[in-house]
C-alpha cells in the first residue's frame, strides 16, 4: 500500500486545517502595497488548489454535459421519427375512410336502384385539354361494352362511355359539348336538353330548349328523363345556376352545375342493362 492510500484521510485533515489558516493569513498580511510573505504563500497555496480541484471538475463537467447533449439530440431524432411515422399513418388512415365512406355511398346507390345492371370502374386519368371535358377508367369484367353507355356514380350522372380498349374505357362527361342528354326539372317536369359548355375553370353544362312557358328557377333539380334509352330515369344530372331568355325569344336556357364532382371522382359504374 502506497504513502498515499495509508495516510490520505489525514492529509485531507490536515489541509482542512490549514486552507483557513492561510487564508486568514492571507487577509491579515495583505497591505495596501500587496500581500506580506504569509499572504503570498497562502494566495500561491490557494492557487494551487483551486487549479487542482477545478481541473477534473470541468472535465467531469464538459463530460456530463456531452452526454447530456448527445442525449438530447438521440431523443430529438427518435421523436421526429415518431412524428413523421404518425403524420403518415393519419394520412393513410383518412385515405381508407374515404374510401370506404365513397364505397358506402356506392352499395347504398346500387341497392336504391337494384333494376340496374351495374359494372363499377376506377378513374386513372383525365384529360387536361381546357374544351374537352374526359376521363380514363380501368375496368375489369366479362361483360362487353360499347360506346354511349351510361356512366353513373352515387351522386348522379358523370357521362357516355366514347371508346373501350382492353380493360381501359374513355368517357365524356356531361361538362363536354360532346355530350347531350334527354332532361326534365325534377319540380315542373319541364322538358329540355342538357349539353355541356366545354368551361375551361368548371365542369358545367346548360339547359337547352326549354320553353318560355316552362317554369324553371334556381336551385330545380334537373334529372334524366329516359328518352332515347341511353340513361335510365330520374338519374340527377345537376341543379339550375341561372336562368336567361335566348335572344329569338322562343326559348329560355339555364346554366346547370352538375351533381358530379369530376375532379374529384374516384369510383364510377357503367350501366350495362336494365332488368
Known amino acids: 500500500m502506497s504513502l498515499w492510500q495509508r495516510y490520505r484521510r489525514r492529509f485531507a485533515g490536515l489541509l482542512v486545517i490549514l486552507v483557513p489558516l492561510l487564508m486568514m493569513s492571507s487577509k491579515a498580511g495583505a497591505g495596501v502595497g500587496g500581500a506580506g510573505f504569509p499572504g503570498g504563500v497562502g494566495l500561491g497555496l490557494m492557487g494551487s488548489l483551486q487549479t487542482i480541484l477545478y481541473t477534473p471538475i470541468a472535465a467531469t463537467s464538459g463530460l456530463f454535459s456531452g452526454w447530456f447533449a448527445g442525449d438530447a439530440a438521440v431523443e430529438a431524432t427518435e421523436l421526429n421519427a415518431e412524428i413523421s411515422r404518425l403524420r403518415e399513418e393519419k394520412s393513410r388512415l383518412i385515405g381508407v375512410l374515404q374510401e370506404n365512406e365513397r364505397l358506402r355511398k356506392m352499395v347504398g346507390f346500387k341497392a336504391r336502384r337494384p333494376e340496374l345492371e351495374l359494372i363499377p370502374g376506377r378513374v386513372i386519368a383525365r384529360d387536361t385539354t381546357p374544351y374537352f371535358r374526359v376521363v380514363t377508367l380501368h375496368v375489369t369484367t366479362d361483360v362487353p361494352l360499347a360506346p354511349r353507355m351510361a356512366v353513373i356514380s352515387a351522386e348522379g350522372v358523370v357521362g357516355q362511355v366514347n371508346r373501350v380498349f382492353a380493360d381501359y374505357v374513355e368517357v365524356i362527361l356531361v ?3 360532346r355530350h347531350r342528354v334527354d332532361a326534365i326539372t325534377q319540380r315542373t317536369r319541364a322538358q329540355a336538353v342538357v349539353e355541356g359548355l ?12 326549354l320553353s318560355e312557358k316552362d317554369e324553371v328557377r334556381e336551385g330545380d333539380v334537373v334529372v334524366t328523363s329516359g328518352m332515347g334509352g341511353v340513361f335510365p330515369p330520374e338519374l340527377v344530372l345537376g341543379t339550375v345556376a341561372s ?6 325569344g322562343l326559348f329560355q336556357e339555364a346554366t346547370i352545375a352538375p351533381s358530379v364532382d369530376a375532379s374529384r371522382l374516384d369510383e364510377v359504374f357503367i ?3 336494365a332488368k
Do not use: F, I, N, T
Not at 365542369?203 to 337547352?208: N, V
Not at 336562368?243 to 329569338?248: D, K, N, T
Open 271 to 273: 350501366v350495362v342493362g
Open 243 to 248: 336562368v336567361e331568355r335566348s335572344q329569338r
Open 198 to 209: 366545354g368551361h375551361e375553370k368548371d365542369y358545367r353544362a346548360k339547359l337547352s330548349y
Open 175 to 177: 361538362s363536354d359539348p
